[in-house]
C-alpha cells in the first residue's frame, strides 16, 4: 500500500470519488479533445447519477473540462466561470450495462471542430479508468503520456505505429489493443515514458486507413 492510498488526494470537495475523480475525467477529457472545449453534454450514471450533485460532482466534471485540477480553489464556482469563458454544456443522466458506478460519459467539442467522446469511472482516491473512447473499449488511467490510435482492423498498422514511436526515442510503457468488431476498427493505446510530439500525432494521421490520433502528455497545459 501507497502512503498516498492512505492520505488520499489534495482536492476540493467533499468526496475523492465524486469530487476528485470527476474532476480528472473532466480534466482528461480537455486533454484528450486536444483544445478547450466550446460544447459539451456531460451524462451520469450509477452513484454518480444519484448523489453526484451533492458531492459536486457536476462541478467538477466541469471544472475538470474547464483545465481545472482537483486542489483548484474555483472549483465551486466552475458553472459560472464556464459561463465567462464560453463553454456551453448540458449535464444529464444515462444507464449503462456492467459500468462502475462511477462512471461519466462526456461528449465534447472544440473551437476547431474536434470532438470526442469519453466514458470513464472514478476507482477512488481521485483516480480515474478510461473505458471507453469515441464508442470503442479502452483501458488506461490518463496519469501518463498516452498516445491512442483509432484504425481500420486490418494488418500492420501496429508494426508501423510502433516503429514511428521507436524511431524517436520513445518507450512504450505498456500498449493494449482493443477492437469493436473483426474487420471493423480498432483502437491501440500505448503508455509512454516522453511526451508525445505532434510532428509524430501528424505522420500517424496521415497514414491511409489510420482514423484518428489523440494524445495526452500529462505535463501539458492547454
Same mark, same amino acid.
Given at each position: 500500500m501507497r502512503l498516498f492510498d492512505v492520505l488520499g488526494p489534495v482536492m &476540493? *470537495?467533499?468526496s475523492s470519488s465524486h469530487t476528485a475523480g470527476a474532476? $480528472? &475525467?473532466g480534466y482528461t477529457a480537455r486533454k #484528450? #479533445? %486536444?483544445?478547450?472545449?466550446? $460544447?459539451a453534454e456531460i451524462l451520469l450514471h450509477g452513484s454518480f447519477a444519484t448523489t453526484g450533485r451533492g458531492h459536486g460532482t457536476d462541478r467538477a466534471l466541469v471544472a475538470g473540462l474547464l483545465g481545472? $485540477?482537483?486542489?483548484d480553489a474555483r472549483l465551486p464556482d466552475s458553472f459560472a466561470i464556464a459561463a465567462q469563458e464560453g463553454l456551453a454544456f448540458q449535464i444529464g443522466t444515462v444507464q449503462l450495462r456492467s459500468a462502475h458506478?462511477? =462512471?461519466a460519459v462526456v461528449r465534447a467539442a472544440g473551437k476547431s471542430g474536434r470532438i470526442l467522446e469519453l466514458e470513464a469511472c472514478s476507482i477512488g482516491g481521485g483516480r480515474i479508468r478510461v473505458t471507453k473512447i469515441d464508442g470503442v473499449a479502452a483501458d488506461? *488511467? %490518463?496519469d501518463a503520456n498516452t498516445l491512442i490510435i483509432h484504425n481500420a482492423d486490418t494488418p500492420g498498422y501496429i508494426a508501423e505505429v =510502433? !516503429? !514511428?514511436v521507436a524511431k524517436r526515442g520513445i518507450n512504450i510503457a505498456s500498449m493494449q489493443v482493443f477492437r469493436s468488431a473483426p474487420g471493423g476498427s480498432a483502437v491501440m493505446v500505448m503508455e509512454c515514458d516522453q511526451e508525445i510530439p505532434e510532428e509524430l500525432a501528424a505522420l500517424l494521421r496521415s497514414v491511409p486507413g489510420i482514423l484518428k490520433v489523440t494524445r495526452l502528455n500529462v505535463e501539458e497545459d492547454l
Open positions: &476540493i *470537495g467533499p474532476a $480528472r &475525467i #484528450l #479533445l %486536444g483544445e478547450p472545449p466550446v $460544447r481545472m $485540477r482537483p486542489d458506478p462511477n =462512471t488506461f *488511467g %490518463g =510502433t !516503429a !514511428a
